[in-house]
């Protein structure tokens, strides 16, 4: 975590105005990034309910049930979450990561669930989100598992459409917050422009004549 002096931001307010500019609109982008996923996402009432060669094939964010697939547990893998507060709070394990094989040679989804999973207790439909990029990031996953060759989709355990809009108004508040952070900062820069030529006008109101 970084910890910045507020004793500095008052001496140096441009630095808080920079960092929260920049922090709002970083966090503006990944809000319009995030949007197309999230309409699509909310026009859904309900899972479909797809195969797996559907879940890998069919290109663009949605929230899906699968009931079919061979679970390759022995090829499960775990991600563990950086030392930090996160880890101490959460624990250790930020995914674990299971491939599915479908009928079809070559499609595999990989599901990913938050946390620690029992996997050979867990075969079972599974529902959440496929194919999403913003929302709910799959990059890096995608990366570990085309390795093979394979034609690849991760399916996000849990997640739905409520969980995306909840992420996105948290990402709101975040951003609103930060905009805020910035214009006090503005705020205490230009007064503090202001107060040496008040000092002056002051000073020379009450030179003897």
């Given at each position: ?93 930020e995914a674990?990561?299971?491939?599915i094989r ?37 990059r890096a ?69």
């Amino acid at each position: 975590m970084i910890h910045i002096d507020p004793a500095l931001l008052r001496r140096k307010p441009i630095l808080g105005v920079l960092l929260g500019g920049s922090t709002a609109v970083f966090i503006g982008y990944l809000l319009w990034t995030g949007s197309g996923e999230a309409r699509a996402l909310l026009a859904q009432k309900a899972p479909d309910a797809v195969s797996l060669h559907e879940a890998v094939s069919v290109p663009g964010t949605r929230w899906i049930t699968v009931s079919d697939g061979q679970w390759q547990c022995e090829r499960a893998i775990t991600i563990e979450r950086h030392p930090g507060l996160e880890r101490w709070v959460r624990g250790p394990v930020e995914a674990t990561e299971v491939p599915i094989r479908g009928e079809r040679a070559g499609d595999v989804l990989v599901a990913s669930f938050e946390n620690g999973v029992n996997c050979a207790e867990r075969r079972s439909s599974l529902t959440g989100v496929v194919g999403s990029q913003e929302i709910f990031t799959s990059r890096a996953a995608l990366r570990r598992w085309s390795r093979s060759g394979d034609r690849v989709a991760v399916l996000h355990v849990g997640a739905s459409p409520f969980f995306a809009l909840i992420m996105l108004a948290g990402l709101g508040a975040v951003a609103f917050l930060a905009a805020g952070f910035a214009a006090y900062y503005l705020t205490i820069m230009l007064r503090s422009r202001e107060e040496p030529a008040v000092s002056i006008a002051s000073r020379d109101s009450i030179q003897p004549r």
